[in-house]
């Protein structure tokens, strides 16, 4: 407005670094300003104050009622996981008050709730926190500040449950033109369920080749993001990273002494949202010529609390030896491959009628954009060092095991 007296209305955080949003984590305590600069006296009837958190999801499917009729089906839920309000000035008698000119600024303070949904942005649903200041005064429209925040889940892996060894077995007959070309099975181990972003994941499987062709293995992580509103669900697959092994002759058997996969920088798992979850499985597949792929899931819990030095450390550590005596010595770090496409990994399986852990989704695109760090963003892969050209202080290219400063 030509004659407005507000030269400046921000919202500041105390924990704010220059040109990043600031990070918590639940139970933990906001405080900051908001800072008003007047170029002239002004009467404020109000300061009013409000902290969000909201889960949202939001798509819509295409139907079809008979032969000619279509109609498009929405689907949403929100869901409030964070709400907060506080008066910074002016009773709510409705009286104003004067300030003069200059910079005044006003405090604030409150603590978050003890658990708290990560932040998250993806094409069908996000999480999103911010504090938005409202400036009151007579016959002039209100004014409004945002600051949006992160919010990050601490995800501990130094459970008992996360660090329990993952296993798993299966077998398929490779068949071609319905006559039966003997036998493939697979079987694989890793030492722990739980791991977090740098990390290497050793795979341990063993590939036996009874069949008379060649098969290929390899073995992909998975982000599945899940949403969910009004009963329905709605997913959505992207391979985060992937290694391939070497080919296996006919009747010839092969071992993956500790294969090293390294996880790249994607969110944590979000486990105990109602509209919406992240969940990461470790797939180690075997590509049969003629048949459809035989596949084996191993669920992973990606967590921003990595291995303690010491201590509940001691289990994990023990499951590894074990793994070295069954299995062979580890093998050092591969140089990470470009990850296929999640349809490769598992349409083959699908189109066959088999046991495809989920279904591939219509809209399975893998080219999204976005930072990696400022939310749970959808993953899409770069040859390393692994960064987005957006961030400003990529990470180094040997990436190390690091908790989330909370």
């Known amino acids: 407005m030509l004659f407005d007296k507000v030269k400046a209305f921000v919202v500041q955080l105390d924990d704010a670094s220059a040109g990043a949003d600031p990070v918590f984590c639940g139970g933990q305590a906001v405080a900051g300003r908001v800072l008003l600069e007047l170029a002239g006296p002004g009467r404020v009837g109000a300061l009013r104050l409000r902290a969000r958190g909201r889960a949202r999801v939001h798509w819509s499917e295409s139907r079809s009622s008979g032969s000619s009729t279509a109609y498009t089906q929405s689907y949403s839920e929100r869901v409030e996981v964070l709400s907060h309000r506080a008066t910074l000035l002016g009773p709510d008698t409705g009286e104003t008050t004067t300030l003069p000119a200059g910079r005044h600024e006003f405090p604030f303070s409150f603590r978050l709730p003890p658990t708290l949904v990560t932040s998250f942005e993806g094409k069908h649903g996000s999480v999103r926190y911010c504090i938005k200041a409202t400036l009151h005064r007579p016959w002039v429209p209100a004014r409004r500040a945002k600051k949006v925040f992160t919010v990050i889940e601490p995800v501990d892996i130094n459970t008992p449950t996360l660090l329990a060894p993952q296993a798993?077995?299966?077998?398929?007959?490779?068949?071609?033109?319905?006559?039966?070309?003997?036998?493939?099975?697979?079987?694989?181990k890793i030492d722990r369920k739980g791991y977090t972003p740098g990390e290497v994941i050793p795979v341990f499987a063993e590939i036996d080749n009874s069949s008379t062709r060649p098969v290929l293995p390899r073995a992909v992580v998975v982000q599945t993001q899940t949403f969910m509103a009004r009963g329905a669900r709605k997913q959505k697959h992207a391979v985060v990273a992937s290694l391939s092994g070497e080919p296996v002759g006919p009747g010839r058997r092969a071992?993956?002494?500790g294969r090293a996969l390294r996880i790249p920088p994607v969110g944590?798992?979000?486990?105990?949202?109602r509209v919406l979850h992240v969940d990461y499985a470790l797939k180690v597949c075997v590509d049969i010529p003629g048949t459809s792929k035989l596949l084996l899931e191993l669920p992973l819990v990606i967590g921003t609390v990595p291995l303690h030095p010491f201590g509940s450390r001691s289990s994990s550590v023990g499951s590894h030896a074990s793994f070295l005596l069954d299995w062979g010595l580890g093998a050092l770090p591969e140089q990470p491959e470009a990850p296929p496409e999640y349809s490769e990994v598992v349409a083959g399986d699908a189109a066959a009628g088999g046991q495809s852990p989920l279904p591939l989704p219509q809209d399975s695109d893998?080219?999204?954009?976005?930072?990696?760090?400022?939310?749970?963003?959808?993953?899409?892969?770069?040859?390393?060092?692994?960064?987005?050209?957006?961030?400003?202080?990529?990470?180094?290219e040997a990436m190390r095991p690091r908790s989330m400063t909370c």
């Open 255 to 257: 071992l993956w002494q």
């Open 168 to 188: 798993g077995a299966r077998e398929k007959v490779a068949r071609s033109w319905y006559s039966n070309r003997g036998l493939v099975s697979l079987s694989a």
């Open 268 to 273: 944590p798992s979000i486990l105990h949202c």
């Open 366 to 396: 893998m080219s999204l954009e976005g930072p990696f760090f400022a939310y749970i963003q959808e993953f899409r892969y770069r040859p390393p060092p692994l960064y987005s050209e957006e961030d400003p202080n990529p990470p180094s």
